[in-house]
């Protein structure tokens, strides 16, 4: 598997100057003010698994303009006292899945709160969460899913619903609202990255090998989907590339990042032709907050699997034992090659 992108060196100095749209921070508040204002309450409906050390619950969380959004949250069975919460987002095109699927994070003891993303999942007769809007002629896919306008597109409803969903962990009294961690692989990462701008409060963030950054350049460089969609999309209508990179700059999860600041560890895989890594890296270097890195050198789009996994584990583990450090300080560390 050849390297996809830039050298690790030239990554490591890579410095992107991205569009920011002047009304960011005005479109992202109006959204999210529009979606609480719809009010709703999570619902939680237990269900059996056939596990029994870790007790699973159906939830339903209004998300964008009040729209029920599908999750599972995994508690440690028996548990006592509000505990650290892993919200995680999933990546591209995938449903929230089975309930007994994903119980890694409340096996290590925490509260596991997991997001279906909408329009992605097996069927609403299977209890995944529709889409509000249909394709409109786009091709197939999500990035170019309302491509005509902010307003209209694909991922501020998703985005809108992840940061819902971080409020309804904050809420559940299981949760300590302090010691709340997103984290997702690809699409999931990305959305991690965008709730971490959007949403102030987070222990931490954990992106793995993160899409939906530098998008611009993720849809010139990329060899395989999804971003190849906006390549596809352009080719067809050669007029409107203005109009699908100005819309794509409010939904850029490398821009969003330069808001946060709860510490992150992320991941990058250089042999990644799905993200490829300069684009990660450009989340990377614009993190408001402080940053651990590790750079699975031989690795592609699943980048450091059951490695990474191990050690995500350990930096949550850290991250919910120490006090929370509301200094909001950059600590930038060498990335550890694996």
Known sequence: ??????????????????????????????????????GGTPRHTRVDTGLTQVATYDVTVPGFAG????????????ADGPLGCVVEFLGYGRGRGLPHEQVLWASAGHAHLIMDTRGQGWSTAAGDTPDTVTLNGDV???????????????????????????????????????RIVVTGHSQGGGIALAVAGLLPGLAGVMPDTPFLCDIRRGAEIAGQPPYTE?????????????????????????????????PALFSIAMMDP????????????RYGGPTDL???EFNGHEGGGAHHRRAQLAWVRDLFARPSDSTGTSALHDPQLV
């Open 1 to 38: 598997m050849p390297l996809t992108d830039l050298t690790l060196a030239q990554c490591l100095a890579l410095r992107p100057d991205l569009d920011e749209p002047a009304d960011l921070d005005a479109f992202w508040d109006r959204t999210l003010q529009a979606a609480r204002e719809a």
């Open 230 to 262: 906006i390549a596809e999309y352009l080719s067809l209508h050669r007029d409107r590339t203005e109009t699908v990179f100005g819309t794509l700059s409010y939904m850029d999860a490398a821009v969003l990042a330069a808001r946060a600041t709860a």
């Open 140 to 178: 197939p896919g999500f990035l170019t899913r309302g491509v005509d306008s902010p307003d209209h597109h694909y991922y501020r409803r998703v985005f809108t619903d992840a940061v819902r969903f971080v409020e309804a962990a904050r809420a559940h009294p299981a949760v300590d609202p302090d």
């Open 274 to 285: 799905v993200c490829p890594p300069s684009t990660c890296f450009a989340a990377y270097h």
């Open 67 to 78: 729209q029920p959004v599908r999750g599972w949250l995994h508690l440690p069975a028996g």
């Open 294 to 296: 590790k750079v699975y």
